[in-house]
């Protein structure tokens, strides 16, 4: 399973960004993908999750309404658009899949079987 992501850059606060992770080696369906950042010295940290086949979304608190979870089964590809972004979303989004479809806890990054190598999101 390979999960690269792409779309990563330098944004302007209360600009956006939207970060792609095409996938491959996966069976895309009735699975749970997810986005999680990591800042220096912080945790990795949930963002958002969508179940692939009934298309359930999942947000962490800091981006609801901000950010929007979405996919392309057809090319097993999941999106996530970023607006209003701000100096504290600066960090490196990694995209994830688990085998599993999405559970309260899919914010977890301890829920996940694959990750992506990720791309830097930087905001100033």
């Known amino acids: 399973v390979q999960l690269v992501e792409s779309g990563g850059g330098s944004a302007q606060a209360g600009g956006s960004v939207r970060l792609s992770c095409a996938s491959s080696?996966?069976?895309?369906?009735?699975?749970?993908m997810g986005w999680f950042r990591q800042a220096p010295g912080k945790e990795r940290e949930g963002v958002a999750a969508?179940?692939?086949?009934?298309?359930?979304?999942y947000y962490a608190d800091p981006v609801k309404g901000r950010f929007t979870i979405s996919q392309d089964a057809v090319k097993g590809t999941m999106y996530l658009q970023m607006n209003s972004l701000k100096p504290e979303d600066t960090a490196m989004y990694y995209c994830?899949?688990?085998?599993?479809?999405?559970?309260?806890?899919?914010?977890?990054?301890?829920?996940?079987?694959?990750w992506g190598q990720g791309t830097q999101v930087t905001v100033s």
């Open positions: 994830a899949a688990k085998t599993a479809t999405c559970t309260v806890r899919s914010l977890q990054a301890q829920e996940y079987n694959y």
């Open positions: 080696g996966l069976t895309y369906f009735r699975n749970c």
């Open positions: 969508i179940t692939t086949d009934r298309y359930l979304t």
